[in-house]
């Protein structure tokens, strides 16, 4: 990963790539200190601490505890990535745009888009209501009426719309996803801050330098957890008929034909089945806290066996990742489909007929997939709970959601960066060979 880096960082136009994506973040995390006018970020940091407010500021880089005026960022574009993608599979419009090339790519990327500033509405126009309707969410010299709430659903939109623009330049001047960038760059600017408070605990021996050790040691076996599964992938041989052919009179030779495969990822979901968990176990908690006067039966009942942490609410978080991973990956990865495309290529598996067979056999191998990724993202979101509770770590925002994404987008940014160097080698072989043969002649 380093010599890739550094070899990089010797090319002119590479060096000039990176440099590029690195002062568009500065941008990012400079706007990420603006707050958002008519807020009071001291007392709103309080209130999302836990649950889906928590893994929201956790993936904005904190914008949303301090309501920043990127606070949302790139979130309501991931939704409408999410529900897009999901509606590929089963509206025939978004079907044929997804088949039609680069052209059908611009498209949908365009109603992504679209659909992100609209749901960025939405979300600003729900969180805006919710910090003026508790008055201590409120900056001095503020009123909690229609014009505050205009101020901040303005502010969001824009800087919604701004941070797709940055994100869309990284990708196409800069190296790697902007977008995931963007998500990266705001966990990664957590850490010194929690690393520092985590050296206060120490200083105050608070905690010992062996539940230190021990926590550190848990994070680094994480990622390398991480590393091996989100690499790990079971490759399915396909084979492309040979065709015959041949000069009319002449004799028949075989053209074509070449044997490949098709690679299964163990965890295809990615992290989409943590956040719904979280969104739908988030639902209980708000229910209680809005009925906590009225039915205080309820609201004992959640805060005894749904709190974030509790042993019924990690049984259930992972019940919850466990039928969101079957239902996404059922949705992205169709077997039928993937039959008809190797038969309509000319493409066979070895050993299994075409057609139902050919799905059956692709659909038992996604579903073995399936229980071992459920399985690890389980285990990812559940570690990082029970070891913050028996080391006493809890200024250290350990979560295996925010490693996943960090591997995982620093993996394909350096697949994409060893990628430029091949191509710029190549070239430079390219070259080198047409002088010399020019030199020959």
């Known amino acids: 990963m380093l010599r890739a880096f550094r070899d990089a960082f010797r090319i002119p136009d590479l060096r000039r790539k990176i440099v590029f994506t690195l002062l568009l973040l500065a941008v990012y995390r400079l706007g990420s200190t603006i707050p958002t006018p008519g807020v009071n970020t001291a007392a709103l940091q309080q209130a999302t601490s836990g649950g889906l407010f928590g ?24 939704t409408a990535s999410i529900v897009i993608q999901l509606l590929t599979t089963t509206v025939p419009t978004l079907e044929k745009l997804s088949k039609e090339g680069e052209e059908g790519r611009k498209r949908i990327n365009q109603y992504t888009r679209y659909a992100a500033v609209g749901l960025g509405t939405l979300q600003a126009l729900f969180f805006s209501l919710y910090i003026t309707s508790n008055p201590a969410f409120i900056a001095v010299g503020w009123a909690p009426g229609l014009f ?36 990266t760059a705001g966990i990664i600017a957590n850490y010194p801050r929690e690393i520092a408070a985590t050296g206060e605990l120490f200083r105050t021996e608070q905690v010992s330098l062996l539940q230190i050790l021990a926590f550190v040691a848990v994070i680094l076996v994480t990622i390398a957890g991480i590393v091996y599964v989100y690499q790990g992938e079971r490759r399915v041989p396909v084979t492309y008929a040979r065709a015959r052919g041949g000069a009319p009179g002449g004799a028949a030779r075989n053209l074509g034909g070449q044997a490949t495969w098709l690679p299964i990822k163990v965890n295809q979901a990615g992290v989409i089945p943590v956040i719904f968990a979280s969104a ?59 039959s008809e495309q190797l038969r309509e290529a000319g493409g066979f598996i070895p050993g299994v007929r075409p057609g139902v067979p ?84």
């Not at 914008?63 to 960022?73: D, R, V």
């Not at 824009?158 to 940055?166: N, Q, S």
């Open 55 to 78: 893994l929201i500021s956790l993936i904005s880089g904190g914008n949303l505890s301090q309501f920043s005026i990127f606070a949302l960022g790139v979130l309501p574009y991931i």
């Open 148 to 183: 505050t709430v205009l101020v901040m659903v303005l502010t969001q939109v824009a800087g919604i719309a701004f941070t797709l623009w940055i994100g869309e330049r990284m990708t196409e001047v800069g190296v790697g996803n902007g977008i995931s960038l963007i998500i």
């Open 280 to 338: 739908m176990l988030i639902i209980p908690n708000l229910i209680g806290s809005a009925t906590a006067t009225r039915a205080p039966g309820v609201n004992a009942f959640i805060q005894t066996y749904l709190t974030v942490g509790s042993p019924w609410y990690l049984v259930l978080e992972g019940l919850l990742i466990f039928g969101f991973t079957y239902l996404y990956n059922s949705v992205q990865f169709d077997p039928r489909r993937i």
């Open 358 to 441: 050919t799905a059956e056999y692709l659909g038992g191998i996604s579903g073995r997939l399936s229980l071992w990724g459920a399985i690890f993202l389980v285990i990812l979101t559940v570690v990082p709970q029970v070891v913050q509770r028996l080391t006493g770590i809890t200024t250290f925002q350990f979560s295996g959601t925010g490693l996943l994404i960090i591997v995982g987008v620093a993996l394909e940014t350096l697949k994409q960066l060893e990628a430029q160097l091949t191509v710029r080698r190549y070239d430079g072989f390219i070259s080198k060979g047409r002088i010399r043969g020019r030199l020959n002649n």
